[in-house]
């Protein structure tokens, strides 16, 4: 009876309130200028598009450091809706966290700090990015540098030693990244299958008793990364001057460098060797080292651009630019005697794959609002940056310069525009 | 049919032709009373040759060109001239106007047709017979044709482009004119050729127009009409754009600031080849034209044989559109027509189209520009929109037309993928508007 009653309901009103129209009553005609109409997109689908981008890379930093990632994400992101709510409100602007740039940027904010950092540090970088970075300066599309990264910088300015300490990844401890055992296999680590089993099981029973128990498991995982590239982790413990301080959650026994500051290391001191630094590119590619939330898995970051470039979100020019300048830069910096044998392409390889390159060439310097508007300005704005990144990586005081680099670029974005503007069709070359 | 042709750039909006693509055409009734405006086209209005109290047959001249760049006006219907005075119009303003009174006799004047035999007359005879018949290009520039059919002696012509791609969605009426009339249009293309004397002629028609290329193709293989090639193009806005048509098939391109005929080509629409046969073939001037009523809020979409003078009202009650729900009725297509005030002007020359949609456009910009360069992937020109309606909006028209802001067609592609939703075209018009007025009063006052 219930049901019948509803449908009645329902089917009555829409034709009792809505009077048959009179034929020929004048109609309120609404003018505009043409076109009279418009494409689907928009920009909170744009960044909904991101934020699905963004997914692939956020499963991995889980899959990678825990629950905590996932912590750390959110709160980024919330304090990333508030401080642009609360800055609308305090600037009495039309209010504008719909268009979800906030939570972009909230998660780039959160993909761009280690998984041990404290949770109101991550807050405050978020805090910065939106506050600072963008909405001090008009809003969206008014900020002439990538908030997230604006937000990493202070970060990394304020607290050095947090932001510069990575606790080891939890490696194919938790179901998700594809083959955990082959990558341990393929890693020339067979000997420690044991423990890895057993941190598996462990891990798969409850991710809450990873702190206690699975300390001991943890080390041992520890240990299957040093002894697949030796050479690697005592570079890091050298390289390395962080402390291995308490207050990560997840891991408090051990700490590890990112595979760039090993690099660099190995090739200042000439300890590099080509044979042991290809034996990580697998596991720099799934992702599996030292590194920050959401730079280190290469492969999540690469399936996350594809999307992007295939919906047409960003262009290819800049990320292909990018990483193709690196690369070279390094290819002809090899460390090798020679250009063309396999292990001239370690180095180089190895470089693209660690650190931050993949997020940033990816998801940062792609951040179109700050980035160049013509086609070859985006190619010059890749290459630019890809040249920076190499001249910081190379002789910096950091290890990694992909977030400075991007950030120098944005600064000159204007310029880039100005000087290349397109040749329009039909145009007549003046003398 | 080999490689599809087509140009750099442009969109694939959703075509919404299935609602009259099969339809044939049919001839709607002449009004009662027809409002005819003596400027349907580019360049100086008519001359009115008839005042008030007048009998006029169908047919008969009741404008004549008034200069160089000017086009004769016709009656649509027989009967009396109740005024001549402004009347509203299509474009928004006033136009002087004859208004004429159907007495429903539907008699015409003795048209004087070159008949069969134009393939001996003089080109020069059949550029006065096109004139005499106020033939402007149907398209919905409106150009009139006999101009644009005598380039100087300095701008030899080697190829005619007939533009058959009709990329505005919804519109069918040229896809219609294509696959009922295409032996009348291809003898007009033949007449066209034999007046510009041109070595090579395309037919352009957009490949999701199966029926009129194939209309085509199966013509232009027979003896008869072996002079002309088909070229079937690629279906994607603006495809019907002169100059994307001249690069699309050429491989040319019009250099900035010049005309088509830089290249050594003419383009010249379907409708306007149809009006040429029929103005040279049978004497009969451009009175009435085939146009396509349609939209979410037309419940018998219909190509339609009109008057020139019709009232758009009248159309669309014939096809039972609901006036009262149509938020928003078009002149043209949706991409580059131009949305009416008025249901009470009249169809002109140049209106391929009446849309009446359920919808509407926003005004105001619905968030900020996010420079992410949809608009300079899509531009035909190869512009940067996004910063041309930057420098527009601050009224900075010197840096704006550094970016080549004249340049623009006003396609309405960059707008039509905004993600910010911003009104580009409109600052683009706005701009122009602006700068040919302080161009104009510059030299008045040098």
Redesign the interface.
């Known amino acids: 009876m219930a049901d019948t009653e509803i449908k009645e309901n329902a089917a009555q009103p829409a034709p009792a309130n809505r009077p048959a ?5 004048a ?13 689907g ?6 960044m909904l598009l991101v934020i699905i981008a963004l997914l692939p890379a956020l499963a991995a930093s889980v899959v990678l450091f825990g629950v905590q990632a996932l912590v750390i994400t959110a709160v980024c992101v919330l304090a990333a809706i508030l401080t642009e709510c609360i800055a609308n409100l305090l600037l009495k602007r039309p209010q504008t966290i719909g ?1 979800l ?1 906030a939570v972009v940027t909230g998660i780039l904010v959160a993909f761009n700090v280690s998984s041990s950092l404290p949770l109101w540090m991550a807050a405050l970088g978020s805090v910065f990015a939106v506050g600072i970075a963008k909405m001090v300066f008009g ?4 900020n002439f540098i990538n908030p997230a990264l604006a937000g990493r910088a202070f970060l990394v300015a304020s607290y050095p030693a947090p932001m510069t300490h990575f606790p080891p990844p939890l490696m194919g401890t938790v179901n998700g990244l594809p083959d955990g055992a082959t990558l341990a296999s393929l890693s020339d680590v067979t000997q420690a299958a044991a423990p890895l089993a057993e941190g598996v099981t462990a891990a798969t029973q409850t991710v809450d008793s990873l702190a206690g128990g699975v300390t001991d498991t943890l080390s041992s995982i520890a240990d299957t990364v040093s002894s697949a590239v030796s050479s690697v982790t005592e570079a890091v413990s050298a390289a390395t001057s962080t402390a291995v301080s308490s207050g990560g959650a997840v891991v408090d026994a051990v700490s590890s460098a990112t595979p760039l500051g090993a690099i660099k290391y190995a090739f200042a001191n000439g300890s590099f060797n080509a044979i042991e630094y290809s034996q990580a590119l697998l596991q720099l590619f799934l992702g599996d080292v030292g590194g920050c939330l959401g730079e280190t898995s290469a492969l999540a970051l690469l399936v996350g651009g594809i999307f992007l470039i295939a919906a ?2 960003i ?1 290819i020019r800049i990320p292909l630019f990018y990483i193709l300048t690196v690369f070279c830069l390094f290819w002809l910096n090899n460390g090798t005697a020679s250009f063309f044998t396999p292990e001239s392409f370690v180095a180089p390889t190895f470089h693209i794959l660690a650190g931050g390159l993949f997020l940033g060439a990816f998801f940062m310097a792609t951040d ?4 160049p ?3 070859n300005g ?1 190619i010059i704005f890749g290459i630019g940056c890809g040249v920076l990144t190499f001249v910081i990586r190379k002789y910096g005081g950091y290890p990694e310069g992909v977030s400075f680099s991007i950030l120098l670029m944005n600064l000159v974005v204007p310029l880039i ?1 100005r000087c290349t ?8 070359k003046r003398g | 049919l080999s490689k599809k042709l087509t140009f750099r750039g442009g ?1 694939h ?1 959703n075509h919404c032709k299935s609602l009259t693509e099969h339809l044939p055409t049919e001839a709607l009734e002449a009004p009662p009373v027809a409002v005819i405006p003596l400027s349907q086209h580019i360049g100086a209005p008519a001359k009115p040759l008839v005042a008030k109290g007048d009998y006029v047959y169908v047919g008969q001249m009741i404008g004549e060109p008034a200069g160089k760049v000017s086009a004769a006006v016709h009656s649509s219907v027989a009967g009396t001239v109740l005024s001549v005075r402004p009347f509203a119009h299509p474009s928004g303003r006033l136009v002087n106007s004859v208004e004429i009174e159907n007495d429903g006799t539907d008699e015409t004047v003795d048209f004087e047709p070159v008949g069969q035999q134009w393939r001996e007359a003089a080109s020069g005879a059949l550029v006065d017979k096109i004139l005499e018949c106020g033939i402007v290009g149907m398209g919905g520039a409106g150009f009139p044709d006999h101009t644009k059919l005598s380039p100087p002696a300095s701008k030899p012509i080697d190829t005619l482009i007939i533009n058959g791609a009709e990329c505005e ?1 919804y519109l069918t009426a040229d896809d219609r004119i294509m696959v009922e009339r295409m032996e009348d249009i291809l003898t007009g293309v033949q007449i066209l050729k034999k007046i510009l004397n041109a070595s090579a002629v395309y037919f352009g028609v957009e490949d999701n127009k199966k029926d009129a290329v194939n209309a085509v193709y199966d013509r232009v293989a027979g003896s008869r009409f072996n002079d002309i090639s088909l070229a079937v193009l690629a279906s994607k806005y603006p495809q019907g754009g002169e ?1 994307t048509l001249i ?1 699309a098939i050429t491989g040319r ?6 005309l088509p005929m830089d290249t050594g080509c003419v383009v010249q629409n379907v409708g306007t080849a149809l009006a040429v046969f029929e103005a040279v073939v049978h004497g009969i001037p451009l009175y009435q034209r085939v146009l396509t009523v349609t939209g979410t809020d037309v419940l018998r979409p219909k190509n339609l044989l009109v008057r020139i003078g019709t009232p758009v ?1 009248l159309i669309l ?1 014939a096809c039972g559109t ?9 002149m043209g297509g ?8 008025d ?1 009470d002007v009249p169809v002109i020359k140049t209106t391929s189209g009446l ?1 009446a ?1 359920n ?3 926003e ?1 105001v910009r ?9 608009c ?2 899509v531009c ?5 929109p ?2 041309m309606a930057k420098f527009v909006e601050k009224e900075n028209f010197d840096e704006a037309l550094s ?2 802001l004249m ?1 623009c067609i ?1 396609c ?1 592609s960059c ?7 911003i ?1 580009l ?2 600052f683009f ?1 706005l701009g122009k508007m602006k700068i040919n007025a302080a161009r104009a009063a510059a030299k008045k006052a040098g």
Not at chain 1, 21 to 25: I, S
Not at chain 2, 415 to 421: F, G, L, Q, R
């Open positions: 129209p009179k034929a020929f009553e109609p309120t005609l609404h003018l505009s200028s043409s076109p009279h109409i418009r494409a997109v928009s920009v909170p689908k744009i268009d740039s809003g969206l599309g008014c047409r979100v262009d179109p609002v700050t980035s508007i013509t086609p985006r525009d503007r397109p040749a329009i069709y039909g145009e007549v | 969109i909006p969605p100059k690069t391109k019009v250099p900035s600031g010049g009202r009650e609901n006036l009262a729900a149509a938020k928003k009725v078009i949706p991409m580059m027509g131009t949305a009416l005030s249901l849309l949609l919808l509407t456009t005004a619905k968030y900020p520009c996010i420079n992410c360069g949809l300079v992937r035909p020109v190869k512009l940067v996004s910063r970016w080549n340049d006003e309405g707008t039509y993928m905004c993600p910010a939703k009104n075209v409109q018009k």
